[in-house]
């Protein structure tokens, strides 16, 4: 992890260029879809990134040296079980090689196991997956298609991806990849950028921590919510618009006690408030795994994106079932400071 270089101004607009050659090169003509498995693959990196430590584990998103395309796209469907279930509460029904193996641990014979598990493969990977920028459906299409995803592994794997303060060449190289790639529907619509900012800075976000605070409340910062949260800009604008004066606050400032300013002082680091105070609902899941990418890509990760309808009952669906924060006597928090 710490042979990562941090992207810079450069990077980012070399790196949507040359993904954009080799979509051209490979001749991948449904652009809608290439964008959203590019998306996949930088959940897969910001869960190997967040998992391993900075010295000691290999990373596990990279293509090395004489390695099959079977190994490495095992390992990146893992990756993405693994971030689809951490970050979005989605169970991905999907078998992975080490539950396979401890299974094939009671079968005696090895030409047994090995029939087992080239069965296993051939199901789960030469068919389309979650890593298709060309169609899949023998180990011919297979094998071409992965010719793609090396290079937009190779593409990817020198840099960092997940940081702890906003990074502006990766939120700007996202935004191109949003304004390239996804395709909006009937009914969807992608507020710009700039308007997402002038709307944040309209609402009176200090007033309500002012407010909060003189009625000592433990909890001061306001709680937002976003309940068609699309690509995420109205969540990424109002969390650098709080961080603003989080940065500024002080623990003279804070009326609530000392219990008030251990909550405040252990989670103003890093953006850590924003699992808090901070959700997104998105009906549809590939926008909700956009969202959840945005808020990675501008400093925090935290904040609660739940794939499910913003118009359900709170109470009754499964979607929020503890996803919301939990108030007094187990009751689910139901009320934000700010619908944006």
Same mark, same amino acid.
């Not at 996202?174 to 790639?181: A, Q």
């Given at each position: 992890?710490?042979?990562?270089?941090?992207?810079?101004?450069?990077?980012?607009?070399?790196?949507?260029?040359?993904?954009?050659? $080799?979509?051209?090169?490979?001749?991948?003509?449904?652009?809608? %879809?290439?964008?959203?498995?590019?998306?996949?693959?930088?959940?897969?990196?910001?869960?190997?990134?967040?998992? =391993?430590?900075?010295?000691?584990?290999? &990373?596990?998103?990279?293509?090395?040296?004489?390695?099959?395309?079977?190994?490495? #796209?095992?390992?990146?469907?893992?990756?993405?079980?693994?971030? @689809? @279930?951490?970050?979005?509460?989605?169970?991905?029904?999907?078998?992975?090689?080490?539950?396979?193996?401890?299974?094939?641990?009671? $079968?005696?014979?090895?030409?047994?196991?090995?029939? $087992? !598990?080239?069965?296993?493969?051939?199901? !789960?990977?030469?068919?389309?997956?979650?890593?298709?920028?060309?169609?899949?459906?023998?180990?011919?299409?297979?094998?071409?298609?992965?010719?793609?995803?090396?290079?937009?592994?190779?593409?990817? +794997?020198?840099?960092?991806?997940?940081?702890?303060?906003?990074?502006?060449?990766?939120?700007?190289?996202? +935004?191109?990849?949003?304004?390239? /790639?996804?395709?909006?529907?009937?009914?969807?619509?992608?507020?710009?950028?700039? $308007?997402?900012?002038?709307?944040?800075?309209? &609402?009176?976000?200090?007033?309500?921590?002012?407010?909060?605070?003189?009625?000592?409340?433990?909890?001061?910062?306001?709680?937002?919510?976003?309940?068609?949260?699309?690509?995420?800009?109205?969540?990424?604008?109002?969390?650098?618009?709080?961080?603003?004066?989080?940065?500024?606050?002080? %623990?003279?400032?804070?009326?609530?006690?000392?219990?008030?300013?251990? +909550?405040?002082?252990?989670?103003?680091?890093? @953006? &850590?408030?924003?699992?808090?105070?901070?959700?997104?609902?998105?009906?549809?899941?590939? #926008?909700?795994?956009?969202? =959840?990418?945005?808020?990675?890509?501008? /400093?925090?990760?935290?904040?609660?994106?739940?794939? /499910?309808? /913003? &118009?359900?009952?709170?109470? =009754?669906?499964?979607?929020?079932?503890?996803?919301?924060?939990?108030?007094?006597?187990?009751?689910?928090?139901?009320?934000?400071?700010?619908?944006?």
């Amino acid at each position: 992890k710490r042979d990562l270089k941090d992207l810079s101004r450069e990077d980012g607009g070399d790196i949507f260029n040359r993904f954009a050659e $080799i979509l051209r090169r490979n001749v991948v003509s449904d652009k809608t %879809n290439a964008y959203n498995k590019i998306f996949n693959l930088f959940l897969c990196k910001i869960v190997d990134e967040y998992e =391993k430590d900075e010295d000691v584990a290999k &990373l596990e998103f990279q293509w090395e040296e004489g390695e099959s395309n079977e190994i490495v #796209l095992l390992r990146l469907n893992d990756l993405y079980k693994r971030g @689809m @279930m951490n970050y979005l509460s989605l169970d991905i029904s999907a078998v992975t090689i080490s539950q396979l193996e401890q299974e094939l641990e009671n $079968i005696k014979t090895k030409k047994d196991k090995e029939k $087992i !598990k080239n069965l296993f493969i051939e199901q !789960k990977l030469y068919t389309s997956n979650d890593f298709a920028f060309k169609e899949v459906f023998d180990k011919k299409t297979f094998d071409l298609n992965c010719l793609v995803v090396k290079e937009v592994i190779k593409l990817l +794997e020198p840099y960092k991806i997940r940081y702890e303060t906003k990074q502006q060449f990766l939120g700007d190289f996202f +935004e191109k990849l949003l304004n390239t /790639g996804i395709k909006q529907e009937v009914g969807q619509f992608f507020t710009p950028v700039p $308007i997402a900012q002038f709307i944040c800075k309209s &609402l009176p976000v200090f007033e309500i921590i002012q407010n909060k605070n003189n009625d000592k409340e433990i909890n001061f910062l306001p709680y937002v919510i976003d309940y068609a949260s699309g690509s995420g800009h109205f969540l990424t604008e109002m969390m650098e618009e709080i961080n603003h004066y989080v940065e500024k606050i002080n %623990n003279d400032f804070i009326k609530g006690g000392a219990r008030a300013k251990i +909550e405040f002082n252990s989670l103003k680091e890093n @953006m &850590l408030w924003a699992k808090e105070y901070i959700y997104g609902i998105e009906k549809d899941y590939r #926008l909700a795994k956009t969202t =959840k990418i945005s808020t990675f890509l501008n /400093g925090d990760g935290d904040a609660t994106v739940i794939c /499910g309808d /913003g &118009l359900d009952n709170f109470s =009754k669906s499964e979607d929020y079932k503890e996803r919301l924060k939990t108030v007094k006597h187990g009751k689910q928090n139901e009320q934000f400071n700010i619908v944006v």
